[in-house]
């Protein structure tokens, strides 16, 4: 599987702060780009998700910015919340894959009050 | 919707002996599942893709004789190590395969099942 690198490993914010997740893809069959949120204990939940057509994709205080040409997306968590303290995974799949997804190595967000 | 379940949430065992790890989806049919590993502060590694009525497909390193996975109908995958060493002690993590509300195919994660071999 070719290799999904995220940063930052950690990230420290404070609370009402924008948190910012980056992530570079190598393979270009990928279609369909989704981010988790995984807490200490539990299996991972998509929290959004983007497709290579659009360049960005909001969902309340979670945004998606893609850079096809770039071949990189991050996500941006506006207004953030003690709440969202947990590990961030982008990931990468295709559909002629089988929708395997190839994770990031993922980010340990913790939110300051 | 869209859950999935595993059981058991966690165990513990004694080397040498074989553990098996349920993965379900409850409200929805799934034809593929999928199985990953966890080491801690790790990122999410694939281990199999696991087909209904079909053997499963091994992602290299995975050695298949002694993670053995079946998926015997649309609602339910096992996972079972066998003759477990501590070595072996991971989360493991099963998804499956379903439409999301938007109509695209999405894997759909379970709780994850923390396996600790003494």
């Known amino acids: 599987q070719q290799q999904v690198k995220q940063s930052p490993q950690s990230l420290i914010v404070q609370k009402g702060g924008i948190s910012i997740i980056n992530c570079a893809y190598e393979n270009t069959a990928f279609d369909y780009f989704p981010w988790y949120q995984q807490f200490p204990g539990k299996g991972p939940a998509l929290l959004i998700a983007?497709?290579?057509?659009?360049s960005e994709k909001k969902e309340g205080r979670f945004t998606i910015s893609f850079n096809k040409s770039a071949k990189q997306f991050s996500l941006h968590i506006m207004d953030s919340q003690p709440g969202d303290s947990a590990t961030y995974f982008c990931a990468g799949s295709f559909t002629g894959g089988g929708n395997k997804l190839t994770f990031g190595t993922g980010t340990q967000l913790k939110v300051e009050l | 919707g869209a859950v999935v379940s595993q059981h058991p949430s966690w165990v513990i065992c004694k080397s040498g002996t074989s553990v098996k790890i349920e993965c379900r989806s409850l409200?929805?049919?799934?034809?593929?599942m999928f199985w990953y590993r966890q080491f801690p502060k790790q990122s999410l590694m694939l281990m199999a893709t696991s087909n209904e009525g079909s053997k499963a497909t091994y992602e290299q390193g995975v050695e298949k004789d002694k993670f053995l996975i079946n998926h015997a109908s649309l609602t339910l995958s096992t996972l079972t190590v066998t003759s477990a060493h501590p070595e072996d002690s991971s989360f493991y993590i099963c998804s499956a395969r379903g439409i999301s509300g938007l109509g695209y195919n999405e894997q759909f994660f379970g709780p994850g099942t923390r396996l600790t071999v003494l």
């Open positions: 983007i497709r290579p057509d659009v």
């Open positions: 409200d929805f049919q799934a034809t593929t």
